[in-house]
Structure formats: C-alpha cells, structure tokens
C-alpha cells in the first residue's frame, strides 16, 4: 500500500526548510547588492497593487527559461548560477515553489520572499503604479 500524498500545504512547509526565505527589508538590501527581484504575480495582481521598482516581471509559466543561465530564452540578467535570485508571489506561497524550481535548475542563491508583495508593502518599502 503507498502512503498518502501529503498535500500542497505540507509539501511547501517541507520545502521551505531546504533554504533561507527573505523578509522584505532583507529583499531590499540583496537588491541593493545587485540579486535580482523577480516578480511572478499575475497581470491583474500587479495593475491592482502595484509594482516594485527595479523588479523584473516574469510571469510564473516562463520563470525557468527566463532564468536559466544556459537556457536560449534566458533574459539579458540571467548572467550565472550564482546569481541571487529573490522570487516574489503575491503571498509567499507560489514563491517557495518557483524558488525551489530554480534550486533544481542550479541557481543555489535562489530564494522567496516571505508574505510575497503583500508584506513588500506593508513593510513600507518601494512601490510604484
């Protein structure tokens, strides 16, 4: 008999323990140190709230080619795999998948902000329409 698959919400509590998730002051200062903000969020999500300046908007469905150091689709910024890479979602949630991707692709400084843009915000910190 297999064992019962464990569900989304324990798969990402499980997952987050495999590298260090960034407060959004912590976002900001790797930012200021030249890792890369990548916004995932959906085009509805980013008219309504707004933007973070400096970010680069990916959306979700094309993260790993975009990202990938090898890869022919990769953007302009996606120079190594040591790059630092913080994905931003929403809420901290859709992230922490996107960032393990990453992992997966060799990107070891990739990691996830936690509470997303939502916390990005409530911290204070920039945004832009």
């Known amino acids: 008999m297999s064992a019962a698959p464990e569900g989304v919400d324990a798969l990402v509590d499980r997952l987050r323990t495999t590298y260090a998730r960034v407060s959004p002051e912590q976002a900001y200062a790797a930012s200021r140190e030249g890792s890369l903000l990548v916004d995932i969020r959906y085009q509805a999500l980013r008219e309504r709230d707004g933007l973070i300046p400096g970010a680069l908007v990916v959306e979700r469905n094309e993260l790993e080619w975009r990202l990938d150091p090898q890869g022919s689709h990769r953007l302009p910024e996606a120079t190594s795999h040591d790059i630092g890479v ?31 843009f939502q916390a990005w915000r409530s911290a204070g910190l920039p945004t832009a329409v």
């Not at 994905?87 to 997303?116: F, K, M, P, Q, W």
């Open 86 to 116: 913080v994905v931003i979602c929403n809420e901290g949630y859709a992230s922490t998948l996107a960032a393990v991707s990453l992992h997966a692709l060799g990107l070891h400084r990739a990691t996830d902000l936690t509470g997303g």
